[in-house]
């Protein structure tokens, strides 16, 4: 059975720092590149970055640049999304997503809520 499951999400003041977990299983988690995703009350789902599968590359929507960190350990089946300089506009449901493609499918965590208030 496949399962992502995300944690770390909470209340955190602007200016804070959360690190978001990301565990998997039931798949084969170091083939697949992994991805961070994020979706606040009435606005689409939003890509926020994603790491190869090796580790190798990593790229981020430019409202996260510089303040946000994937990274991956493939021992621990885990992906992680470590958040600094969290601002109110950052509040939203976290998704931690296996990327597919024609050969493989797609998985996707159930979220975790992040919220970033004073």
């Known amino acids: 059975q496949v399962q992502l499951v995300e944690s770390g999400g909470g209340l955190v003041q602007p200016g804070g720092s959360l690190r978001l977990s990301c565990s998997a299983s039931g798949f084969s988690f170091s083939s697949y590149s992994m991805s961070w995703y994020r979706q606040s009350p009435g606005k689409e789902r939003e890509f926020i970055a994603i790491i190869t599968s090796n580790s190798g590359s990593t790229t981020y929507v430019d409202s996260v640049k510089g303040r946000f960190t994937i990274s991956r350990d493939n021992a621990q089946n885990t992906v992680y999304l470590q958040m600094n300089s969290l601002k109110p506009e950052d509040t939203a449901v976290y998704y931690c997503?296996?990327?597919?493609?024609?050969?493989?499918?797609?998985?996707w965590g159930q979220g975790t809520q992040v919220t970033v208030s004073s």
């Open positions: 997503k296996a990327v597919g493609n024609r050969f493989k499918a797609t998985y």
